[in-house]
Structures are given as structure tokens and as C-alpha cells.
């Protein structure tokens, strides 16, 4: 293992936020902190918000990607990271997200019922999900956006609108 002495000395990236970024972040989070080991994708993503009408930053998965290998590198981690220990680490986030809605009945998009405190961890537990899928994929050598759009692509030719619209068969009863 290596020791703190061997450690980068200097300020990460992902945590090197302007003022400018900083506002921005309370603007697109709702005031949500940056805790944990998504700091990395929450602080720098939500400084470069795309429009008012998106919930999305402009950050790509390759940047989150490159700063969460970045992060996994200084700590020496690398060696715990395959491609099963990442899976079993992102469906154990899952449940943890899920624990959050759970007994809770409908939520409302936005999450209207839910506490500051619990968007608050949706958010954490969404981006560790996030996270560790981006670091999944990559370990696994799959280009995830490519990978999403053929499968959008693909979900198109199985659900056509003309024939799907407004119902919520599985596929096979639209054959």
C-alpha cells in the first residue's frame, strides 16, 4: 500500500471550483452539497450547466471517466477495481438509492414529497450509481454512449410509436 508521503500533493481538479462554479452549483443542485467520492462528477458538472430547460451539465462521460480514474489512481485503488468488485459496488448503490424511496408510494418527478435531506442523498447515491457505471463500462471496454444509443435505436424498432403509444405492453405483444 502506498503511504500518505507518496500521495500528489496538489489540489485535484475535481476539486478546484471558482466562484463563478460554486454559485452555479447552488443554482443547478438546489443547494445540494458535494459529499463523498462523487465530488468529483457533482462539483465539476453542475459548474457548466447547459440551459435553463436542461438538468444536465455540458461534462462528458469521457471527463467523468478521466477524473474518476484520476481519483481511483491517487489512492491506490486501481487494484480493487474489476470489473465484477465495480459491478457489486454500483447494484450495492443501487439499493441504497432505493432504500431512500422506499415505503414512500408514488413520488412525483422532481421529488416534491421527498425532504431537502433526501434529494439531497438521491443525488449522492444517483452519481455513485453514475460513477461507477462509467468506471464498469470503461473497465469492460464498452463505448457507453454508443452503447446507449444503439440501444435506444434498437428500443425504437421494438416499441414503434404508432403501435406503443400510450400503453405499456412488453414488446412482444406488438410483433
Known amino acids: 500500500m502506498s503511504s ?43 459548474a457548466t450547466a447547459n440551459s435553463k430547460n436542461s438538468h444536465f451539465s455540458n461534462i462528458t462521460f469521457e471527463e467523468l471517466r478521466q477524473l474518476n480514474d484520476k481519483f481511483i489512481k491517487e489512492r491506490n485503488w486501481d487494484q480493487f477495481h474489476s470489473p465484477r468488485n465495480v459491478l457489486l459496488a ?41 460513477i461507477y457505471l462509467i468506471d464498469f463500462a470503461s473497465r469492460c471496454k464498452i463505448d457507453l454512449p454508443a452503447a446507449a444509443m444503439k440501444k435506444m435505436e434498437a428500443n425504437a424498432r421494438k416499441y414503434p410509436a404508432d403501435k406503443v403509444y400510450g400503453k405499456a405492453n412488453k414488446y412482444t405483444d406488438y410483433q
Do not use: C
Open 90 to 130: 454500483m447494484v450495492g448503490e443501487v439499493g441504497e438509492l432505493a432504500e431512500i424511496f422506499q415505503w414512500k408510494g408514488e413520488v412525483s418527478e422532481g421529488l416534491p414529497e421527498l425532504s431537502p435531506e433526501e434529494r439531497e442523498h438521491v443525488g449522492q447515491e444517483v452519481s455513485d450509481i453514475l
Open 4 to 46: 500518505a508521503a507518496n500521495a500528489p500533493s496538489e489540489t485535484p481538479e475535481y476539486a478546484q471550483i471558482d466562484d463563478q462554479a460554486s454559485n452555479q452549483n447552488k443554482k443547478s443542485t438546489n443547494g445540494m452539497k458535494n459529499t463523498s467520492h462523487n465530488a468529483a462528477a457533482s462539483s465539476s458538472a453542475s
